[in-house]
């Protein structure tokens, strides 16, 4: 069966037209070959993740434009998050940040920072879903952690343009910490349901990658898609450790 076959089929499975269909394998048998060729276990979506392929999203590198799509997002964090808890601290391997405050709702937090004396200088985002008290140190359910300059495999998330509708979205790659046994990519990546997207790096020649799509930042459903990805993160973490 070559890649026409396989889009053929995938148009009927999935009901999308065959044009898209034959992008999409395209896509992911390109993205396949270049994780082999780094010594790397690729991904394999299935039919969802197969659905979402046709989406051509663009990382954004360039240091100017991170900062004016991290400030989007915050902005548009501030404009969920109503509730400011004041004197908090968040620990995680390694270390632990204090902060002046954080932002919450009652279902989830959120905190940030910019740490540019960073080894990898990064825009620190975490969130959690414990509630947040002030003067205590709280667990990170996730980090979506973006690089300050460029698109760093050492942090997971990043910023990336939707090439259709000029809309900012923030992807993550799928990295969970955790420091406990079963909690990581690989085995993230195949427990996750949600919506799967590739995305091209300008500042590899254009090289694809898989990635996590968290939220966009100009949909009315942000706050939905935002959350449903932090409580997908805290339901894995309870299942790996109920399952180590």
Known sequence: MD??????????EAGIAKQDAEVAVGVVFDSIAEALARGEEPLRPGRAGLREQGKMLTAIHRPKDIAQAQEGFLQRMRGEFRTTIPDVAFGFQGGGIA???????DRIWF??????????????????????????????????????????????????????TGNTVLLHRGRIGGGRRGIGREAF??????????FADPSRGGAREQAILVADLASSDFLVQLESFVDAVHRFKAHAVRTA
Do not use: C
Request: hydrophobic share 45%; no cysteine.
């Open 3 to 12: 890649r026409k076959d396989i889009a053929e089929r995938v148009a009927g």
């Open 99 to 105: 902060l002046d405050q954080a932002l919450s709702n």
């Open 111 to 164: 905190a940030h920072k910019a740490l540019e004396g960073a080894a990898v200088p990064r825009h620190w985002n975490a969130f959690g879903m414990e509630p947040l008290e002030p003067g205590r140190s709280h667990g990170i359910t996730v980090e979506v952690n973006v690089a300050i300059d460029g698109v760093d495999k050492r942090v997971a998330a990043l910023f990336a343009v939707d090439d259709k």
């Open 189 to 198: 990546m195949e427990w996750y349901q949600g919506k799967l997207v590739m």
